[in-house]
Nanobody, 127 residues
Framework: QVQLVESGGGLVQAGGSLRLSCAAS????????MGWFRQAPGKEREFVAV????????YYADSVKGRFTISRDDAKNTVYLQMNSLKPEDTAVYYC????????????????????WGQGTQVTVSS
């Protein structure tokens, strides 16, 4: 069992930055592929970024590529999402998720691939 707790959300002006953190319980954090998703009001939860176990491979949604960076610190059982050049359309509740699956392609991790989810943290970007 893995418990995930997100933090770092808040209100920021367009063009600003935020860093989200996701702290995980358990001693096997390093074996999980970790993802970030977001859900805006009235919309489905969508993929944002993923980082492989070991941290060597990352993949981003086109909408955030070049602006967001996912990273992990296995010694701290934490995954991060650095968000720069924020836009009003980035406003959403952001969730981290953990997958125990070892898929061959980082792009194969869909929402259904994840076994554990955090409770989410609100990010609001004002124009």
């Amino acid at each position: 069992q893995v418990q995930l707790v997100e933090s770092g959300g808040g209100l920021v002006q367009a063009g600003g930055s935020l860093r989200l953190s996701c702290a995980a319980s358990g001693r096997t954090f390093s074996t999980y592929t970790m993802g970030w998703f977001r859900q805006a009001p009235g919309k489905e939860r969508e993929f944002v970024a993923v980082i492989s176990w070991g941290g060597g491979i990352t993949y981003y949604a086109d909408s955030v590529k070049g602006r967001f960076t996912i990273s992990r610190d296995d010694a701290k059982n934490t995954v991060y999402l650095q968000m720069n050049s924020l836009k009003p359309e980035d406003t959403a509740v952001y969730y981290c998720a953990a997958s125990a699956r070892k898929l061959g392609n980082i792009r194969s991790y869909s929402r259904q691939s994840y076994d554990y989810w955090g409770q989410g943290t609100q990010v609001t970007v004002s124009s």
